[in-house]
């Protein structure tokens, strides 16, 4: 008997990865992405950030043949297909299916007044009861802007949808999307558990250009013959599991329930938790979505932070403080000579932008405490570290604030998990246990669609056989130095807000 395989995509703004999974082994068969090189973001004005989703589908096709090849599978080998894509970006079709103009992805600034208005207009407190966000810059607010800067494109509009329900599109040939993408694009309404009039008739967006929306997990629907013939793949496989990436990625390290939370800490660093109950934070500084197993009869919400200043600061370190030639390795070796709160110096890590955690405001990165007499290179490195961990605990404090108990964080073995001393001071001021895996995003989407399509009777199934490398557990004994640190911290980082 051959073997059965899972498929599944993970469309980001610099390459979209495809990874076969093994039904019954659930081990990963073969992965590739593409473009090699980082995909083209064109950005016509500053704060735009465009891309082709035409292009998405050319990559996807690419990696899809790669793995293939490498694999030996054959299309009717893969029984079900899994979709993680970029959040909140934008994509406008018309009649035909065709895209009217470039998808306006997550990153690109423009619509940010048009959110602002829509919060004045619908008020604050009903965006955030009834949607848990503001608008703010989400796929609502830049359809917005498409309607009043291009009208001629929004009168062609048929549907708009998110980047990964662009690629299920163009799979089967079927326009739809899920309860998921529709929250994280800032139109559906909690409490009445359906999309937002309100929302629609402020920005006057039609109802029928919204997208169906399905479960997370079901058979959304199925590959078309025409798709069959340019990918191999069997026509009629279901694609049967969707979400956008941070979902996807706390799916991938096996987040469900509440209390548990998925962390990632490359360039930026994201802390998404998962709440049991509707709630929101009343000053908007982390945002919430409906979790990949959110239900009308089942809350589960998805809490993101996102830091924008975490693995930036720790390359910033390596090239101007690190020695010259010194790897990672090494650095994280020469900052665990520093004693825990670094000798008193403390590094407030806000130096790429705005801060959604800090309500918008730019505050900038900052050293405090350095002591030209007592203080060498190992404090600076450590104290980075140790302000990278003390943000993710601020927003963390936010989250509780929310109901949630945060007892256990799944993190993939990769960027800022990678340093001993960084796991260790997280685990030691959070109070929680860490677990580190080895999965990635397209391998959860793959795993989801193993769901969806009833291959796996449930997340447990599915994820019996995910990869937990090592477990770091708090050490009571030392935990006081470093809830000390952090508190010290934090009175620099209030002393830093109130200046701004």
Not at 143 to 153: G, M, Q
Not at 229 to 258: H, K
Not at 281 to 296: G, I, K, L, M, W
Not at 359 to 386: D, M, P, V, W, Y
Request: glycine share 10%; hydrophobic share 40%; aromatic share 8%.
């Amino acid at each position: 008997m051959k073997q059965e395989y899972l498929l599944g995509f993970d469309v980001g703004s610099s390459s979209v990865k495809a990874s076969l999974v093994e039904v019954e082994s659930g081990n990963c068969a073969a992965s590739a992405f593409f473009p090699e090189h980082e995909a083209e973001i064109r950005s016509v004005k500053p704060g735009w950030a465009e891309q082709d989703p035409e292009s998405w589908w050319t990559y996807a096709k690419k990696a899809l043949a790669k793995i293939m090849g490498d694999a030996n599978v054959t299309g009717e080998q893969i029984k079900a297909i899994g979709i993680s894509y970029q959040m909140h970006g934008l994509v406008c079709v018309d009649k035909d299916l065709r895209p009217l103009r470039d998808s306006i992805i997550w990153c690109d600034s423009r619509a940010v007044p048009y959110g602002e208005k829509a919060a004045k207009a619908l008020t604050t407190e009903y965006c955030l009861e009834h949607m848990l966000n503001s608008p703010g810059n989400f796929t609502a607010a830049k359809l917005a802007w498409v309607k009043e800067n291009e009208p001629e494109v929004f009168e062609k509009v048929y549907k708009f949808m998110l980047p990964g329900d662009y690629l299920a599109l163009k799979l089967s040939g079927v326009v739809n999307s899920t309860v998921e993408g529709l929250s994280e694009g800032i139109f559906w309404d909690f409490k009445e558990k359906c999309v937002s009039q309100p929302l629609l008739d402020h920005f006057g967006i039609p109802e029928s250009m919204v997208p169906d929306a399905n479960p997370t997990f079901c058979v959304q629907s199925t590959v078309s013959k025409a798709a069959a013939a340019e990918t191999g793949l069997a026509e009629g496989t279901p694609i049967s599991y969707r979400a956008g990436d941070q979902p996807n990625n706390a799916l991938s390290l096996n987040v469900f329930n509440p209390g548990e939370i998925a962390s990632t800490a490359g360039t930026s660093g994201v802390v998404y938790g998962v709440l049991g109950q509707v709630n929101y934070d009343p000053q908007s500084r982390v945002n919430t979505f409906a979790h990949v197993n959110y239900t009308e009869e089942l809350t589960r919400l998805g809490v993101l932070l996102c830091i924008n200043g975490t693995g930036i600061l720790n390359a910033w370190m390596r090239r101007n403080v690190a020695s010259e030639g010194m790897g990672y390795a090494e650095m994280n070796a020469l900052a665990a000579e520093a004693p825990v709160g670094s000798a008193g110096v403390s590094i407030i890590p806000f130096g790429n932008g705005a801060e959604r955690v800090l309500e918008n405001k730019e505050t900038g990165c900052s050293i405090n405490g350095l002591n030209f007499l007592n203080n060498n290179r190992a404090h600076l490195l450590r104290a980075a570290q140790e302000g990278i961990v003390f943000s993710f605990c601020y927003g963390m404090e936010i989250m509780r604030g929310m109901g949630m108990d945060i007892n256990k964080i799944h993190a993939g073995n990769a960027n800022m998990f990678l340093s001993p001393l960084f796991r260790e001071t997280l685990a030691n001021t959070s109070g929680a246990t860490i677990e580190l895996f080895d999965t990635d995003g397209s391998v959860g989407a793959a795993k989801g669609a193993g769901m969806g399509a009833g291959i796996y009777a449930d997340h447990n199934e599915a994820f019996a056989t995910l990869n937990r490398i090592s477990t770091i557990e708090p050490d009571t004994a030392a935990q006081s130095q470093y809830v000390e640190a952090y508190l010290r911290w934090k009175r620099n980082l209030e002393n830093l807000l109130q200046l701004k």
